[in-house]
């Protein structure tokens, strides 16, 4: 079946511009991730959701970073007045569980974000 | 803290000579260790989840291990299409904390 799907794959930006990123996660998969992942390093957590609630944004580096799942499928990073330290490949995954851990979750191909 | 160490962050291999890549993790509850594979410019593939020390899984020329401490993903003779980054990841309540990867090269 279907994988998770992100859009844009690629995005240049303007510092201080706004930027929405979008994610399709696998359908009926309950749980749903953001990670960042900078050149090099392994991914890390920004935020996650269960069905349509944000149940944890402790990674979210700082309050021009927002995400949303308004009917707990499809999902929004949206980023306002990027800077360059935003520049990273944003990952979206999605799992079947919805608690407790320990499930599988699925990675998309990530947006590329490069801010100017 | 919750921390995952890979090693080694580099590895080169001949076609057919096997090697383990090792990762080391601390976490308060282990509710699950996954392997992932990272192909450039892609985003990671899921490879093994172990849930218990003890507990091996095998795909192809890949085996996964796991210890109280460490996990060990065992490739028996490569071939160059191995070639990735190999990431490791620990569940902790829901967000999953990943290694920096080891990345493999196997060239002919």
């Known amino acids: 079946g279907a994988g998770v799907s992100q859009s844009p794959r690629y995005k240049v930006a303007k510092r201080g511009q706004d930027v929405a990123l979008r994610c399709d996660p696998i359908s009926g998969h309950v749980s749903l991730f953001w990670y960042q992942q900078a050149l090099g390093q392994g991914p890390e957590f920004l935020t996650y959701f269960q069905n349509e609630a944000q149940l944890d944004k402790s990674g979210l580096p700082s309050d021009r970073f927002f995400a949303e799942r308004p009917e707990g499928s499809v999902s929004t990073l949206k980023i306002q007045r990027t800077q360059q330290e935003d520049s990273a490949v944003y990952l979206c995954?999605?799992?079947?569980?919805?608690?407790?851990?320990?499930?599988?979750?699925?990675f998309g191909p990530g947006t590329r974000l490069l801010v100017l | 803290e919750d921390q995952v160490t890979q090693s080694p962050e580099a590895l080169r291999l001949q076609e057919g000579e096997s090697s383990s890549l090792n990762c080391s993790y601390t976490v308060s509850g282990l509710r699950g260790l996954f392997w992932y594979r990272q192909d450039p410019g892609k985003g990671p593939e899921f490879l093994f989840t172990l849930y218990s020390a003890g507990e091996e899984k095998e795909k192809e020329r890949l085996k996964a291990t796991l210890t109280k401490k460490e996990s060990f993903l065992h490739i028996t003779a490569p071939k160059p299409e191995d070639s990735a980054t190999y990431l490791c990841?620990?569940?902790?309540?829901?967000?999953?904390?990943f290694g920096t990867g080891t990345r493999l090269q196997v060239f002919p």
């Open positions: 990841a620990v569940d902790n309540t829901d967000k999953l904390i």
């Open positions: 995954a999605s799992s079947l569980g919805s608690s407790g851990g320990g499930f599988t979750q699925y």
